[in-house]
């Protein structure tokens, strides 16, 4: 999430539940995640100590250092920057947006774009300095930076389709534009003189700031021939604009599924009460998140679970399939223009992981570890499946089909642990859960939230937050919330950094802006909007990703600013914050029944953490699924079938075929916006947040200040101005190990 090419993050158990929004900048090829204590001195960047250390993480444990947490120092205290010494502004405008007001902004982005680069290049190769080219590329940064979320957000979430449409035409031109800028030699050329010249002057994040740059522009070619970078040129913009048609078509997508209520059977009356009604009097099931889940889970009709699990996974079948496997075309061409073996291993090269071998060993060992416990899991599907066919009297197959996972999986936690999941959710209306969130982060990182009152927004439903240092008042940044489905909005949960933390030239801090975009189902006229709990989990992790973005607070570069961390450890920190929705103090401050305003019961609490690891088996195959998938079609040397090859994948490792005449990989927005090459991501950085809560919170105190501090501190403060490596190092006082995730999980001894 570039200029601001603005991608995606990650499918849990029966529903994508979490996607924090991926980004470039103008001048750079690497991502960031747009899904966010103080600077030591915002003053100069060329003085300092020079170290910067980069590790990967292997697929076995890895071995302690002796050190302590608490001996840990973390790189500088926690403080904001004053008041005058922070930009508040935000820098972005919604109210009086029109389509011609989107391609003002765009061409003027350009045109400033243009005249810092030009500004650049014209320094003489003997004479480049600091000034004139380091802070030219940041300049240009912070420009597109902001400009780009004017112009590209509004595809995402505005009411108006003219002004969507028009945000979607401006994205596509300043994709091209942007890869002009990335592909620039000239540019390239003055920061290898500066490196040359100057490297030693600048301290350690200056230091980051001039390799990655000279990193990401070997890993576009501009160190080769003209013909070269001619043709990886033309590849990214080709890229780019089949990414934008990928994201949109999913989007604009409108199906609504007419069903009669006995088709519905089973379905909760406040989900009947929520569904249009067609001019034949049928109900109308969109495939939107807070429809599709649901019945997956509950319609006790099977043709009715395999009609919504079929038009969900044919969403914009014919385009984007084709779209698709274009675009796997074009990356191995890039890949072989850059001599690298595959284009995952291109990928890979800038990630933890290193290269695409670790992460076939990562996945393939704990899918084989994760075997015998899933099969004891399918087993009790079919079995539950048959005993309700004799009960009812229906055929019984022999097999769990696509469309029985979810429906058998929550019968498995009703009858074995006691959890309906329509007794939990009256305990769980979106405004108390809102509220308990907030305190809970507000008390955990040491900050206050505070509504804007008359903000200015896209939409009735959004709102707005100021977030200041509870210690004295200091603007650290702001936040929106936009939490009910619309029609054209962006259909998952989804993080969407619009403003980033970054030094400014006058020493003054330009303070963050993010805004949350989340599917929640909308009050109706008897009820509240209520949550299920794993909507209550979604909602805890994605907050996570604000929280990353807004408390980056000692990061100097627009480019390291807030979730710019490597990609399989960006989700980690969110992962990690997971954990407080298994907890009871938590669970207690988070839920209020919505009519008598009872916290959720301790009784209820202990089943719902006995239940945690339900199912456990399936839902790691099907991560793993994805994640294997992924790695398959991005190293398969031949022209690969998507439909065929994903649905060998889901018998091979789920254990049951993907529904006839679907194709998954069509929908699967990752692999098309961000996450190419990269889904492993998700298991690999589940395995540090199962290590930094366990080893520290879960030791210490969930609502431990002390502890809070220190993550803010050591895992959030620094973004990506430091590798991943060191900030697990700093918190945990050691190298990470996978003993917490293994044991959690139940396969210690597996």
């Known amino acids: 999430m570039s200029l601001v090419l603005r991608r995606f ?8 539940k979490k996607f924090v929004r991926v980004e470039r900048t103008f001048f750079s090829s690497t991502p960031a995640v747009r899904g966010f204590s103080a600077v030591p001195s915002c003053g100069d960047r060329r003085r300092g100590p020079s170290t910067v250390a980069g590790t990967g993480f292997p697929s076995r444990s890895l071995v302690s250092s002796p050190s302590s947490p608490s001996s840990t120092p973390a790189s500088s205290p926690s403080m904001a920057v004053p008041p005058d010494q922070a930009d508040t502004s935000v820098h972005l405008r919604w109210a009086d947006l029109t389509p011609e007001r989107i391609h003002e902004m765009k061409d003027a982005a350009m045109k400033q774009a243009t005249e810092i680069t030009d500004a650049i290049t014209a320094v003489p190769l003997g004479e480049v300095s600091y000034e004139g080219i380091i802070e030219g590329l940041e300049k240009r940064d912070r420009v597109t930076d902001i400009q780009g979320s004017n112009i590209d957000f509004p595809s995402n979430v505005h009411s108006d389709k003219a002004i969507r449409d028009a945000s979607t035409e401006a994205e596509k031109a300043l994709s091209d534009f942007s890869v002009e800028l990335r592909c620039n030699k000239d540019v390239f050329d003055r920061v290898v003189a500066y490196k040359e010249k100057a490297y030693d002057s600048l301290d350690a994040q200056g230091k980051r700031f001039v390799d990655f740059v000279i990193r990401d522009g070997r890993r576009i070619g501009l160190h080769l021939s003209e013909e070269v970078r001619s043709q990886v040129k033309e590849v990214d913009m080709q890229l780019s604009k089949f990414s934008i048609d990928f994201s949109r078509n999913l989007a604009e997508e409108a199906t609504k599924l007419p069903f009669t209520l006995e088709e519905l059977e089973g379905m909760p009356d406040d989900f009947i009460k929520s569904l249009e009604k067609n001019e034949d009097g049928k109900l109308l099931v969109t495939l939107k998140y807070p429809h599709t889940v649901p019945v997956a889970n509950l319609a006790r009709n099977a043709e009715t679970r395999r009609k919504v699990n079929v038009a969900f996974n044919s969403r914009c079948k014919e385009a984007n399939t084709k779209i698709i496997e274009e675009m796997l075309e074009l990356r191995k061409k890039k890949a072989a223009l850059l001599s690298y073996p595959n284009f995952a291993d291109y990928v890979l090269e800038t990630r933890m992981a290193g290269n695409s071998g ?21 087993a009790k599907l079919l079995q539950y499946k048959q005993e309700e066919c004799e009960k009812l009297g229906r055929p019984f197959d022999g097999m769990i089909n696509a469309w029985d996972v979810s429906y058998y999986k929550t019968q498995v936690e009703e009858k074995e642990y006691s959890i309906d999941q329509n007794a939990y959710k009256v305990y769980f209306p979106l405004e108390k859960v809102t509220t308990g969130l907030l305190e809970i982060y507000q008390e ?30 200091w603007i650290l940044g702001f936040f929106y919330l936009d939490l009910h489905p619309r029609e054209g909005k962006y259909g998952h949960a989804a993080v969407f950094p619009l403003q980033s933390s970054t030094r400014l030239p006058d020493n003054k801090r330009q303070v963050a802006v993010c805004a949350m975009v989340a599917n929640f189902t909308k009050p109706t006229a008897d009820k509240p909007s209520l949550l299920q709990h794993t909507e209550v989990v979604t909602y805890f992790h994605e907050f996570g990703h604000v929280m990353h973005h807004i408390c980056s607070l000692r990061t100097q570069y627009t480019r390291f600013s807030g979730t710019r961390v490597e990609r399989d450890f960006v989700e980690a920190p969110s992962q990690m914050l997971e954990n407080w929705c298994w907890q009871c103090e938590p669970l207690q401050r988070m839920s209020g029944h919505y009519e008598t305003g009872e916290a959720l019961p301790a009784e209820m609490i202990e089943k719902l953490v006995a239940s945690r690891n ?3 088996g399936i839902f790691t195959k099907r991560q793993l699924c994805f994640g294997l998938f992924d790695q398959y079609i991005h190293t398969c040397a031949g022209k690969v079938d998507t439909q065929s090859v994903y649905n060998q994948f889901c018998l091979d490792i789920n254990g049951y075929p993907a529904a006839e005449g679907t194709n998954m990989p069509a929908t699967f927005a990752h692999i098309a916006a961000g996450y190419e090459a990269q889904y492993y991501g998700y298991m690999w950085s589940d395995v540090f947040s199962y290590d930094m809560f ?33 900030l697990l190092r700093d918190f945990l006082g050691r190298d990470p190990n996978q003993d917490a995730f293994l044991e959690q999980k139940g396969l210690a001894s597996l």
């Open 694 to 726: 366990f080893s520290r919170f879960h030791k210490e105190g969930v609502m431990n200040t002390d502890i809070g501090q220190q993550y803010r501190d050591r895992v959030l403060a620094p973004g990506g101005s430091r590798d991943a490596k060191e």
């Open 358 to 378: 670790d992460v076939q060993s990562f996945l393939t060992s704990l899918s084989q570890r994760i075997t015998p416990l899933s099969k004891q899991e399918m």
């Open 444 to 473: 955990l990182l040491g900050v206050t939230f505070t509504q804007v009152e008359n903000a200015d927004v896209w939409h009735p439903d959004v709102t707005m937050y100021r977030v200041t240092e509870k210690t004295n008042g």
């Open 614 to 616: 339900a199912n456990v």
């Open 9 to 16: 993050v990650s499918i849990r158990g029966s529903s994508l």
